[in-house]
């Protein structure tokens, strides 16, 4: 039967029919009445020159550009030496302003010229990041996706105020990710409610703009009912081939290790307004409708961050992941500047015969010998005998595998993962990779200085039997529905949930935001108890989010077979 997976999920948005408008010749002629000021500020990764040449074409008298206003690279680069470290994934996180990379007297002339550019009746535009720090009028806000962003680094674009255009594009995502992102979230967040217009250059060949009310009407709508995030796949060393049917991929790439298909800060949504769709960060949902999609207990512990992810690991007809552990909380912070850390847990969505996961020391290991080992290993003198250290588990469909931080891990051949963490992101230490280079030919990254301080050697053969495998109870069971409780591990803050449904289900929310994935079954409808969203089709392996704000919901299974669908969601915190 032909896999249903959409790799493209729209939200259809209500209210606003014809709002996208589309191509630069229609963006132009919109933009042309408005005035006497238009101001165009941007997400760092915008190609600002092509951009700039369609712009130039709307009759004005004033161009101003805000780059002149910024420190220049030499000033930025030793201000953020610190952050940006000498680590090809590692910084260390930026929580500085805007402000504190411009240059306050270059800025107050950009502000006098187009003031009195503006009082005497000229014609004014001001384009660039930051630009509407300069300017007031018509305001137009070019907005980017993280995940086209980082292509766009793999292909030679330098990180904001830089030269780096050759430089490793794993330093380029750093920096972006630990300052730049992080930098330029703030100040959007800062204008959501005066942009008048957001316009989509992430496809250049098909640029697209949309009001702001119709943009900030969409969020809202979906803040308060299920929706997918548009999901991406990237290839790797030990990627898979098992994604390819089931998510209906390109059939002649190499391999697909990687979708990140439930993470916030790193896919889009696609706000489709029935004329076409507009494409934006998801993080954007997430900074302004913080509260109905987290709900108050999440964002007060949390603030406008989604704290949990859904990503897929395929490594059937791939190889190995390499053997990692993750930085526990308090090195994280220390370390990072990080507020939390990477716990996770490996559900097997599907495996073939054969198929494992290695988790947790063996017993009676030598903690000296086996970082020797691993640092003569990765010296290329000897080949690590992984075995020799670590437990090996049998994994077939429906395992779960629970891994707080601070244990070794990683999923073997044949493996279909759906992973279930928290979302820091990058925050993996790989202590061995079996003797590989990235697909870039370089060696890639092994972190044993940060991997020795953090593994947890007490997490040996029983405790992780008792504790990390499989720790499955029924939570309740009826004519209509099986709810277990898979994990996660007492030290996590995340709970999932495993519900087997017959016909329905319903869920109480508790005014937390669900993760979700249909992991059994062609397809399931989530339906509204109060009637406040109309019913929500998902599909077998797709990940959905439902809103803190819808309360309770029903999971229906329209089919004549048994569905499984895993719930994730945020633990309240003790009493």
Same mark, same amino acid.
């Given at each position: ?8 999920? =729209? ?176 100040? =959007?967040?800062?204008? &959501? ?24 009407? #969409? ?24 994604? =390819? ?14 979708? &990140?298909? #439930? ?31 987290? #709900? ?15 990503? &897929? ?48 020391? =063996? ?29 090996? &588990? ?182």
């Amino acid at each position: 039967m032909k896999s249903l997976y959409d790799p493209h999920p =729209k939200t259809k948005i209500n209210g606003y029919p014809d709002a996208l408008i589309d191509g630069w010749d229609a963006i132009r002629a919109t933009l042309q009445p408005q005035g006497p000021t238009l101001v165009f500020d941007t997400y760092p990764g915008v190609y600002d020159e092509k951009v700039k040449a369609e712009l130039k074409q709307i009759p004005h008298d004033v161009w101003i550009d805000a780059i002149d206003m910024f420190k220049d690279k030499e000033t930025i680069r030793e201000q953020l030496r610190y952050h940006i470290t000498d680590d090809r994934i590692f910084g260390r996180m930026y929580y500085g302003e805007i402000d504190n990379f411009i240059v306050p007297e270059k800025r107050a002339a950009l502000q006098t010229r187009a003031k009195e550019a503006a009082e005497a009746g000229q014609r004014v535009i001001v384009y660039g990041y930051g630009a509407s720090l300069i300017a007031t009028g018509t305001l137009v806000y070019l907005d980017m996706a993280r995940w086209e962003i980082t292509l766009r680094y793999r292909n030679g674009m330098a990180n904001f105020q830089e030269d780096n255009f050759d430089e490793d594009a794993l330093r380029k995502i750093k920096r972006g990710f630990f300052i730049e992102w992080r930098v330029a979230d703030k100040h =959007k967040r800062s204008l &959501f409610d005066s942009i008048d217009y957001f316009l989509d250059t992430n496809d250049m060949d098909h640029v697209k703009m949309v009001s702001g009310e119709a943009v900030r009407a #969409g969020l809202a709508q979906m803040a308060h009912r299920p929706f997918r995030l548009v999901p991406y796949f990237d290839p790797g060393v030990w990627g898979g081939q098992w994604m =390819k049917d089931v998510c209906n991929l390109d059939p002649d790439k190499e391999n697909y290790a990687w979708s &990140f298909d #439930g993470v916030p800060e790193e896919n889009s949504i696609y706000l489709d307004f029935g004329n076409g769709y507009i494409e934006l960060p998801a993080m954007d949902l997430v900074l302004y409708e913080p509260k109905p999609l987290l #709900g108050a207990s999440v964002y007060s512990r949390f603030g406008a961050e989604f704290p949990i992810r859904f990503d &897929f690991l395929d490594t059937i007809g791939g190889q190995n992941l390499s053997l990692q552990v993750h930085p526990l909380t308090e090195y994280i912070h220390r370390t990072f500047g990080m507020a939390y850390t990477q716990d996770e847990s490996y559900y097997i969505l599907d495996a073939k015969d054969g198929a494992t996961v290695y988790l947790g020391l =063996k017993e009676g290991v030598d903690k000296e010998q086996m970082i020797a080992d691993l640092y003569a290993a990765n010296r290329g003198e000897i080949l690590f005998d992984a075995e020799k250290y670590i437990n090996k &588990f049998p994994a077939k469909k429906h395992d779960h595998f629970l891994i707080p931080a601070g244990t070794c891990h990683c999923s073997g051949a044949d493996a279909m993962v759906l992973e279930i963490s928290a979302t820091p992101y990058c925050f993996t230490f790989k202590l061995w990779d079996w003797a590989r280079v990235g697909l870039d030919g370089l060696p890639r990254p092994v972190h044993i200085d940060h991997g020795k301080q953090n593994i947890q050697w007490d997490r040996t053969t029983k405790w992780v039997e008792d504790n990390l495998v499989n720790a499955v109870y029924t939570v309740r069971e009826d004519e209509h529905v099986k709810e277990e409780h898979t994990g996660l591990h007492e030290l996590e803050y995340i709970e999932t949930r495993r519900l087997w449904i017959e016909d329905e289900a319903l869920v109480e929310n508790e005014d937390n935001v669900n993760m979700l994935n249909l992991i059994e079954g062609q397809m399931a409808r989530i339906e509204s108890v109060d009637g406040s969203f109309e019913p929500f089709e998902v599909h077998y392996a797709e990940t959905f989010i439902v809103p803190a704000s819808v309360k309770n919901y029903k999971i229906v299974n329209p089919t004549d077979s048994t569905i499984g669908v895993i719930r994730a969601y945020v633990r309240k915190p003790q009493a």
